[in-house]
């Protein structure tokens, strides 16, 4: 009987498992800007906030779909390097 019990346990577990995973993974996905069908836009001002620096015709034709000028790239990656070191 404790062999049912187990088994269960088991089960539901690993349903929670794959449940924390489909959740991350779609949240990861949120966090990306939609870009519809492909073709990446890039953004001719900073998207930042409260930025609105031009960003150079170099930079967004090197960096196909980028919204941020260089400052605030930077400082966005410094953000996400620190909340994903909370994660797990
Ligand atoms: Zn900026």
């Keep these: 009987m404790s062999d049912l ?3 269960a346990n088991d089960q539901s577990e690993m349903l929670l498992r794959l449940a924390l ?4 993974r779609t949240s ?5 800007p939609a870009t ?5 836009v890039s953004a001719e001002t900073c998207t930042g906030d409260r930025c609105g620096e031009q960003i150079p015709e170099e930079r ?8 941020l000028c260089v400052d605030c790239q930077a400082r966005l990656e410094l953000l996400e390097k ?4 909370h994660e797990v």
């Design 21 to 24: 995973e489909h959740q991350r």
């Design 60 to 67: 967004r034709r090197l960096l196909p779909g980028v919204q």
């Design 5 to 7: 019990i187990d088994r």
């Design 36 to 40: 519809g069908g492909g073709r990446m």
């Design 82 to 85: 620190g909340q994903g070191h």
């Design 28 to 32: 990861e996905r949120n966090r990306r």
